[in-house]
């Protein structure tokens, strides 16, 4: 079983900038994975793609977020890290992190970390 920590997140100031990192551990051992990011979920709103690395070595945006977010790999540690900059009051959400990709078993497997308050204040 993979699980996935998070860390980062908080309160930020409106026009600032937001760190917000991801690791895999547990069964992470024979687990490959396709592709790893983040997602985030605003009040009232569907979960939406904020980024996310894909196996093939790109790199993946959601929509009013691609020009202000870039997301990096850190293979030695099964990680990814989410840089947020010129932050607005529009980025108040829960975010998470997903992991998807196949396990060692061969069967396709979807994690989800349990989340990280991000609130963007004046």
């Known amino acids: 079983q993979v699980q996935l920590e998070e860390s980062g997140g908080g309160l930020v100031q409106a026009g600032g900038s937001l760190r917000l990192s991801c690791k895999a551990s547990g069964g992470i051992f024979g687990f490959t994975p396709y592709h790893m990011g983040w997602y985030r979920r605003a009040p009232g709103k569907e979960r939406e793609l904020v980024a996310r690395w894909r196996a093939e070595g790109t790199t993946e945006y959601g929509d009013g977020v691609n020009d202000r977010v870039t997301i990096s790999r850190v293979n030695a540690e099964n990680a990814v890290v989410l840089q947020m900059d010129n932050v607005k009051f529009e980025d108040t959400a829960v975010y998470y992190c997903?992991?998807?990709?196949?396990?060692?078993?061969?069967?396709?497997?979807?994690?989800w970390g349990q989340g990280t308050q991000v609130t963007v204040t004046s």
């Open positions: 997903n992991m998807y990709g196949r396990g060692q078993d061969g069967y396709e497997q979807d994690y």
